[in-house]
């Protein structure tokens, strides 16, 4: 003591503390007691100071704890300004794990906007490649803004941020480097787009460069978990149908989707970006189905049962396409369809419109489908027979 806000008695900052009761155990934020403590008891410091809140900390409170304040009708307590509040660099402050930290002068925020939201702000310069400006270093990690836009690799963006943009570690001078095994997996799923497109993977990116994580003591290295790529099972999604605003897809005859796709874009920006990179695929013709595939891989059909469910192509439907484009697209031909299911009664997915299909029931027999456009037409075998169908309705077991 004093705290924060110049209180000496201890009873006094408990009454005042006692006020946000309500709003503590409405557990509107996971930060909120570490935020209201550390500003009515702050942590005693190795020297006289008082040691308040990352302001970081007070703008997730705050956004957190937003719904709740709304539906009991109360307003952002005006005393608890976020930018009054300090960053690590201009004063020691408590972070959002209780810890009291000072970050270094030779810490700079970081600045670009590519590698925001990887877990860390503050950076190191010069980088791995000698830039000693954030905006040197930023003109040269756009060239591969296509590249990550694409999303060959969740690997991929990590990896070059690490590189343009070394993280500054507290208490530890030297820079760390990416480990290998994230170059690697980067490479592993981009390699083929790049050389697609007639470029060699860069020499200046050659993961035998990095260190293993972990096999040597005296070799740290950086290798933050990171997204699979898995083609994930068709199950329930905690996600919600979000309307499609995707052009490319609009026309085919679904309004919704789902996020995150099978590729790990988690909004339609991303995805809007991501399939720029088709535009000349689709233009050499090689499948008139091919825009169909790729909108269900990046813009999942979402079909509802009370839960939203994302759709994947089926596996058939894959590897048609990559017979009939592999030759014209290296992304395509290194695609592994055995990620996709089969279609079943319990495992539903999308398949080329213009094959057969098995209806099941007691009278079923083969369908092919002559329009796949609303209203759906089916022409089945003997007795010949059309069926018309007016409106789908698509869920988890049928």
């Known amino acids: 003591m004093p705290n924060y806000f110049k209180q000496q008695n201890y009873d006094d900052a408990e009454y005042e503390l006692s006020q946000f009761t309500p ?54 307590p005006y005393k ?12 020691a402050c408590v972070r959002r794990d209780g810890a009291v930290i ?6 700079q925020p970081l600045n670009s ?16 490649w000698g830039d000693n400006t954030q905006e040197e270093a930023d003109a040269r990690i756009q060239v591969f803004s296509p590249l990550v836009n694409f999303g060959c690799s969740p690997s991929l963006r990590v990896f070059l941020c690490l590189l343009y943009f070394p993280p500054c570690v507290v208490n530890f ?11 690697e997996d980067a490479r ?16 200046i990116m050659k993961c035998s460069q990095f260190p293993f994580y972990g096999k ?29 605003k995707i052009p490319m897809c609009r026309s085919l005859n679904y309004t919704h989707t789902i996020l995150p796709n099978f590729m790990n874009h988690t909004t339609q920006a991303e995805v809007k970006r991501a399939l720029k990179a088709f535009r000349p695929l689709l233009k050499s013709k090689c499948s008139n189905q091919l825009r169909r595939f790729v909108c269900f891989l990046f813009a999942p059909f979402c079909g509802t049962d009370g839960t939203p469910l994302a759709l994947p192509p089926c596996q058939s439907f894959c590897e048609k396409i990559k017979l009939d484009c592999g030759r014209v697209s290296r992304w395509l031909a290194n695609l592994n ?17 213009l094959a057969t299909m098995d209806c099941i029931g007691r009278n079923s027999r083969p369908c092919t489908v002559i329009s796949s456009t609303s209203p759906i037409i089916l022409k089945c075998s003997s007795p010949g027979i059309h069926f018309t169908i007016d409106a789908v309705t698509i869920s988890r077991y049928n």
């Open 80 to 91: 608890f300004e976020c930018n009054t509040l300090p960053d690590p660099h201009e004063k």
């Open 337 to 353: 369809c055995s990620r996709f299911p089969s279609l079943s009664r319990k495992r539903l997915c999308f398949a080329d419109p």
């Open 173 to 183: 001078r030297k820079m760390i480097p990416p480990c290998r095994e994230l170059c």
């Open 102 to 107: 000072k970050v270094p002068p030779h810490c």
């Open 23 to 76: 709003m503590i155990q409405s557990n509107c934020s996971s930060v909120l007691q570490l935020f209201l403590c550390s500003l009515y008891f702050p942590p005693c410091a190795p020297r006289p100071q008082t040691t308040p809140p990352y302001r970081s900390v007070c703008r997730a409170v705050k956004e957190n704890c937003k719904p709740w304040l709304k539906k009991s009708g109360l307003k952002w």
């Open 188 to 203: 592993r799923g981009c390699k083929p787009a790049l050389e697609g497109a007639g470029f060699p993977w860069p020499g």
């Open 216 to 244: 040597n003591e005296s070799n740290v290295c950086l290798k933050p978990e990171t997204q699979t790529t898995k083609v994930p099972n068709v199950t329930q999604s905690r996600s919600q149908c979000q309307a499609l």
């Open 113 to 128: 906007t590519m590698c925001k939201n990887l877990n860390y702000i503050y950076v190191e310069m010069p980088n791995f």
